[in-house]
Every structure is written in C-alpha cells, then in structure tokens.
C-alpha cells in the first residue's frame, strides 16, 4: 500500500538528464534534503541542479510521518553527559532554528502544505529520567516542560513537551519549493568525479557536489558504511480513532509514534536494524497494537521506511572528506530527517557561500568522538560477520560490498543488514548504498 502522502497529492514528473550541463552546484538526491539544500542555495543566487534516481520525494520523504520537531526523543540528558554542554545545545539549537525555518518558508512563499503549529511529547515509564530530559532541554534553550498528564491511551507515567512545534504534509510542501528547482528525475548518478557527476542520459560539471542520496553511496573516500547502519520501521493511518492533539513518540525499543493528519492517526513503531526481520509479522503486529489502543479503528494505509543511524546518534553533514573539498555530505537524521535536513540545508549553504554557522562543527563528519568506538566497531563487526557468513553457508549477496542479504516477509524484498540496501524479488535495487541490483535467478 502507498503512504497516506502518496495517497493524498501526486507531484508532476520531470524529464530526465539528456546531454552534459555546466552547473555551480548539483544536489544528488531529491528528497528533503536535496529539495532543501537546492532551494537554499538557489536563494543565494547559486546556479543549482538536482538529479534524482527516481521521482522526486520518492525515497524516504514520501514515506516519513513528517513531525517538524527538535524533539527527538530521550536524547538531550544523555548527550550533555556524552558529548558536553556546548555541542548538545548546538544540536538542539540547530533544530529549533530548522522549526523556525520551514515556519518562515511556508509563510514567506505563501506554501499550503497542511503545516500545523503544534506540541511535541516523548513520554516515558520513567518518571525521574523524564524530569531530567524536561530539565536539561530548557538549559539548552528548548521550550520543554516535564508534563504528568497527557490525553492518551498509551500507558505512561511521565513526558516531556516541547511547545511550538509542527507538522505538515512532506508532499505538498516539497512540490512548492520544487516549482522554482531545475531537477532531473530518473537520472541516477552512477559515477562522481572531482566536479562532474554523471548519470546514463548525461553529465552535469559543477564546483560544489552535494551528496544528499539518503545514504552516501560512495565508499571511498569517506567510508560512510563503515559508520552508519540503518533501521526501518512501520506505520499505519488509521481512522475511526477519533483525534489527537499534538504529536507523540515513546521512549525505548518498543515505543509507538502517534500524530494527527487530517481524519486519520498515524500510528508507527515495530523499528528494527534493515536485513533483521526475516520473521516479518510488523504490520500485524502494528495492527494489534493500535486495536488496542483505538478500538474499532480502520487501517486505510501501511507503509514502511528506513533511515540511516550514525554511532554517536548526530548526523553526518558537511564535507564528504578532506581529500575532496567539493564535495558535501548530509545524512544519517536517526529518523528525525524533517529538521535535521532543514538544519543541514542551512548549514550546506553557509559552507557553500563561505559564512560562518554557529552549528556546523557538531554535524561536522570529520569528527570523532570516544562515544563512537563501540557502535561503530558493532557496525564494523555486524559487516564483517555479514560478509564472511556466506563463505560457510551460502546465500544471496548484495551488489553494495558483498554482505548476506535477509528475505523481508513483510515487504517481500531482500534486506542488507550491513548498509540497508534492499532489493525485490526480481533482484531489481530498492534503496540503499548499492548502484546495481543482484541476480534474478538468485532473488526469486
Ligand atoms: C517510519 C519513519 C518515520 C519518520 N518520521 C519522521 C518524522 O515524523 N519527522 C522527522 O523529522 N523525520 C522522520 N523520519 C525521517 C525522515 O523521513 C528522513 O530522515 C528523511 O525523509 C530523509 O530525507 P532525505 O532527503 O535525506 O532522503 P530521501 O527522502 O530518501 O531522498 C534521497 C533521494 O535520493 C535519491 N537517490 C539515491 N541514490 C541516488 C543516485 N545515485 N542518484 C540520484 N538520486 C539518488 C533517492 O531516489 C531519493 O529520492 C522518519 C523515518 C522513518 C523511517
């Protein structure tokens, strides 16, 4: 079934690449932050061309709950404790100021795209730790208060809410700022040069290289793979459930997310690491639970979605590597891609145009932080073991870097648990780092 944002509003194609173009930038990928970044640096009167795999939108953007929020979960305590005062009220701020601008960018273009001012929650069991997140938010300048009373099903003791939040439908809002973008669609990017992308149909020559594929997809330099993994998850539109004020995420593994749009919730939740759902029974299990939740609701929508998650839980944004200074990279949003791509477009431009951005150094990939040892050598080992399992036991492998690809019954694709590349049953790729799909004789 198609996301309830594909169901409600179709975006007019575009013809693909023909011939090789002169450019100042171009933007692979035009999902949100291709869109984003296109449209920021065109603002600044920097000649920018998007190519893009597909449709536009067609990636993760068209199948996201699209909750504009710096909330992102439980996380702001904990990132003072790891990662410091300064940088963890860098990352939030980063995020309010990504509020902000979709705010000022939808009033300013006169943008209708069903875009809602409204309260974010997270809320929890653990009414002390919920206290601490309400506490330390507010010293890092967000607008949160430690609330006990929120009106919902889900069995809770506690939240925190962050006011003056937002959501809106990613579809709409995307055409609008598309409009004034010049993107070629069904041009995939097979080959980058130092200021040259090529595409089958043609190239575009370009001084800034904007790598805003979702996932990085090339493996040298950079090596993104080695410091990502991803993690998908499900979500329903149901109606008959009656309406909810605000939008809600629960802490944990095995937490749901709610929010309103229009006569439907959309509830999500069952998240898992991409290539580790070879059980399936994710939507069955979404069903159940928003039954309970909403008795007598109506499932009128099912999708699923994937984002890229990094060792320290803060994005990738800023240049691909330091032996390629035209290049820029913006991924890894930890599902929270909304303001993360907005925060990264403002910071892309910045870099871009040369000016100073009080955020850039903590989304800066070039980092390195002691907190990434052990996630990144659990990813490096997930790899390692994927690469070398088919050694002993066979199985089907993924054209990305030769991991052991996992059958998803519940999407009837073929997952890479390493870097989420997904294929379907005909070995034609889905998504993900690889440029090839895998042999048909082996997928079916
Ligand atoms: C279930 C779920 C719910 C979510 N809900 C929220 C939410 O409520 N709020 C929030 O903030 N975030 C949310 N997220 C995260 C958010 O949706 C993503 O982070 C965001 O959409 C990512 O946007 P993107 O532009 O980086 O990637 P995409 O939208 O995937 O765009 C990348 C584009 O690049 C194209 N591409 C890939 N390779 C090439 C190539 N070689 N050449 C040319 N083009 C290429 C693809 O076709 C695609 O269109 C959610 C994520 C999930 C999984």
Redesign the pocket.
């Known amino acids: 079934m198609e996301s309830i944002w594909k169901q409600t509003y179709e975006i007019a194609s575009r013809p693909p690449l023909c011939g090789d173009i002169r450019a100042e930038a171009v933007v692979?990928?035009?999902?949100?932050?291709?869109i984003l970044t296109a449209w920021q640096l065109q603002r600044e009167g920097i000649r920018t061309v998007v190519?893009?795999?597909?449709r536009i939108?067609?990636?993760?953007?068209g199948?996201?709950?699209?909750?504009i929020t710096a909330q992102h979960g439980d996380i702001l305590a904990d990132f003072v404790r790891e990662k410091g005062f300064k940088t963890a009220a860098k990352y939030v701020r980063a995020n309010l100021a990504a509020v902000k601008e979709y705010e000022r960018i939808i009033s300013g273009e006169g943008i209708s795209c069903d875009f809602e001012k409204t309260d974010s929650y997270v809320y929890g069991q653990e009414e002390e730790r919920m206290k601490e997140e309400a506490k330390v938010s507010r010293q890092l300048g967000a607008p949160a208060f430690f609330v006990k009373d929120i009106s919902f099903p889900v069995s809770h003791k506690s939240a925190v809410r962050f006011s003056d939040q937002a959501q809106f439908h990613p579809l709409k809002f995307a055409d609008a700022l598309a409009r004034s973008l010049t993107i070629y669609e069904k041009?995939?990017?097979k080959e980058v040069e130092d200021h040259k992308v090529i595409t089958p149909g043609g190239s575009v020559a370009a001084k800034h290289i904007i790598f805003?594929?979702?996932f990085p997809?090339v493996n040298f330099p950079g090596m993104y793979f080695a410091r990502m993994h991803q993690e998908?998850?499900y979500?329903l539109a149901i109606s008959g459930a009656g309406t909810i004020d605000g939008m809600y995420i629960g802490t944990g593994k095995k937490s749901y997310s709610f929010r309103q749009y229009g006569k439907w919730i959309l509830f999500?939740g069952e998240a898992h690491r991409t290539g580790e759902n070879a059980e399936g029974g994710k939507y069955e299990k979404l069903k159940r639970a928003a039954e309970q939740f909403f008795p007598g609701c109506r499932v009128e929508a099912a999708w699923?979605?994937?984002?890229c998650m990094t060792a320290d839980k803060i994005p990738f944004v800023g240049t691909y590597a330091s032996s390629k200074p035209g290049w820029y990279v913006a991924s890894g949003?930890q599902?929270?891609?909304?303001?993360?791509?907005m925060a990264a477009a403002m910071i892309l431009r910045d870099q871009i145009c040369e000016r100073p951005n009080p955020y850039a150094d903590a989304f800066a990939p070039a980092r390195f932080s002691v907190g990434e040892i052990g996630p990144v050598g659990k990813d490096t080992g997930t790899a390692v073991k994927q690469l070398v399992s088919p050694i002993f036991r066979g199985g089907i492998r993924c054209s990305h870097l030769g991991c052991r690809l996992v059958w998803n019954p519940d999407e009837q694709t073929w997952d890479c648990p390493c870097h989420g590349s997904r294929f379907d049953r005909q070995g034609r790729k889905k998504e993900g780092p690889a440029q090839k799909g895998i042999c048909c004789k082996d997928a079916q």
């Open positions: 692979i990928g035009a999902g949100m932050t291709g190519l893009e795999a597909d939108a067609s990636g993760q953007t199948h996201t709950t699209a909750k041009s995939p990017v805003a594929a979702h997809f998908r998850s979500v999500g699923s979605a994937q984002d949003f599902k929270w891609g909304m303001t993360s791509s």
